[in-house]
């Protein structure tokens, strides 16, 4: 099982297998034909509230992971989670993000929980 993380800016590589958007929204500036996503599961993003606390830099990295996995309890999330891990399970997948810093970003927590 492989799995990555990478800008959805950045061209995409025949190494990423399935590519899934894993940001709840559409990447700006950024056509559907170029980013070349095969995936677009929104339930796996954070909630759009857990984002914006987030991004006001009120809390840490640690507590906004430890947020958004508990966000990852609900069934539609589950059931997204699982059909991830499959794709994974049966070749590589590449989680995007248009995230700055990727790093620190859900789509690295959303590596860790499948790659577990």
């Known amino acids: 099982m492989s799995v990555r993380v990478r800008r959805v800016y950045d061209p995409p590589e025949p190494a990423d297998g399935v590519r899934v958007l894993v940001d709840r929204l559409w990447p700006r500036g950024l056509s559907k034909d170029a980013a070349r996503v095969d995936e677009w599961p929104k339930a796996l993003t954070p909630s759009t509230e857990l984002r914006r606390w987030y991004h006001t ?60």
Do not use: I, M, N
Request: aromatic share 4%; glycine share 6%; net charge negative.
């Open 57 to 116: 830099g009120e809390g840490s990295y640690e507590e906004f992971a430890e947020r958004y996995e508990a966000e990852l309890t609900a069934p539609e999330a589950v059931e997204l989670l699982d059909r991830v891990r499959e794709l994974a399970r049966e070749g590589d997948v590449t989680l995007l993000t248009a995230s700055k810093t990727p790093e620190q970003s859900h789509a690295t927590v959303l590596a860790g929980l499948l790659e577990s």
